[in-house]
């Protein structure tokens, strides 16, 4: 089920240091059905080492991705931050892609096929891959064409003889998920032409280390990723770092860009401006992650203590978000049923559930207004402004959100 890694995911050195140890949690995303809880044993470290040859901090552990992956609850959010940003991201892909004619477009860990979407939209020959039958199921029920297998090596060969090569190969949030990276780029160049260009958006280390975003570390989340690692990565293969595109999104990422070193195109300038700011900061040094650590045992310490002494004084709480940071979080915390009465989320396959390690049931989004309890834990706090601007009539009757990162705090209102 799990094995330990030792060496570096980028570069290969293993030259590792554990600069955190969160203990063991349950599988992030395991939501259970109430009768289940009894009968489930998974508990697995999951702790972050750092390679001072490249900088990446990545998961010490890795879980069988078959264990994580088969039955799925994740879902591309429909947000209305998530679908302006995939809006703009398809566009400015096409932009500076320059393709001619109708552009074949691949994706990698493709979800339900939000993405792929707005590229269908504008006239693009689409096709995902995703190894989730629950969430591929629903891809090709919304008209996206969708291969239900994971993507490597292997299937990057059968893929090349069934539909060909892509123009743009796009990866959301999948990169940090793969523990082969070796294995990735090989498939990618089966799949891709001299002139292809290949995005992945990942959570990006610079934000993760200044917002304190600790509670995205989970079994899933194998890297956290600076740019300088990808560098590392791409050394001696056929494919070039042409670009990197900063965003906000999940709490702030970035789009790296790939090209094949005998592409036209040469690299942009944001490149060397990401790896000077990665220098400046620091981050391959064991010092500066001891500086996070602290930042991470206050909130764990802060954070349980707000909510106790407002549950002392007979306050009700909530969860808002059943997200697997969320869950991350909660598990960390020591946080559950003592604690707060349950989580609501939009995600159908999620609701009715019960949330892993902390054994919350998942209610849906209604029951805000409903009970109006006093407080409700932003568990999905990277979409924190959609949602205190569209939960404002739960503010007027007098409850108020708890923000958890990167300090938590009781958020006024009026803000």
Request: proline content about 6%.
């Amino acid at each position: 089920m799990i094995h330990e890694r030792r060496h570096c995911r980028t570069c290969g050195s293993n030259n590792l240091r554990l600069i955190l140890d969160l203990g063991r949690t349950a599988l992030a995303n395991d939501f259970l059905n109430p009768e289940e809880v009894a009968n489930y044993k998974i508990s697995l470290p999951l702790r972050v080492v750092l390679c001072p040859d490249c900088s990446l901090v990545q998961l010490a552990d890795t879980v069988d991705p078959k264990i994580l992956y088969s039955r799925y609850a994740y879902i591309t959010s429909t947000s209305r931050t998530m679908d302006a940003h995939l809006n703009d991201q398809s566009a400015h892909l096409l932009s500076v892609g320059h393709f001619g004619g109708r552009p074949r477009i691949l994706e990698i860990a493709s979800n339900t096929g939000a993405f792929l979407k707005k590229f269908k939209e504008r006239g693009c020959e689409v096709l995902g891959v995703e190894p989730a039958q629950n969430i591929s199921e629903v891809a090709v029920q919304a008209g996206i064409p969708t291969r239900g297998e994971f993507f490597d090596a292997a299937s990057a060969k059968k893929i090349k003889e069934a539909w060909g090569e892509a123009d743009l190969i796009l990866g959301r949030h999948v990169f940090a998920h793969i523990d082969d990276l070796r294995d990735l780029l090989i498939g990618l160049e089966d799949v891709s032409h001299e002139e292809t260009l290949i995005a992945f958006e990942v959570p990006y280390l610079v934000d993760f280390f200044e917002r304190t975003e600790y509670d995205t570390i989970y079994h899933e989340h194998l890297s956290y990723i600076p740019v300088r690692a990808l560098e590392a990565l791409v050394q001696d293969s056929p494919f070039m770092l042409s670009r990197i595109d900063h965003y906000q999104i999940h709490g702030g990422s970035i789009l790296f860009h790939l090209r094949h070193r005998a592409s036209k195109v040469t690299a942009h300038e944001s490149v060397a401006k990401a790896l000077e700011v990665e220098r400046r900061m620091r981050l391959a040094e064991p010092a500066t992650w001891r500086e996070f650590t602290e930042r991470v045992d206050h909130i764990r310490t802060e954070l349980p203590t707000l909510i106790r002494k407002l549950k002392s004084q007979g306050k009700p709480i909530i969860g808002y978000g059943a997200s697997a940071k969320g869950n991350t979080l909660l598990n960390t915390c020591g946080l559950g049923t003592s604690e707060l009465d349950y989580i609501i989320d939009n995600t159908p396959f999620k609701q009715n559930k019960v949330a892993p390690g902390s054994w919350l049931p998942i209610r849906s989004p209604d029951r805000l207004l409903l009970d109006q309890p006093d407080y409700a834990l932003l568990l999905a706090w990277n979409f924190a402004p959609e949602i205190l601007g569209r939960e404002s009539e739960f503010q007027k009757r007098g409850g108020r959100f708890i923000v958890p990162i990167p300090e938590p705090k009781i958020v006024p209102y009026p803000a």
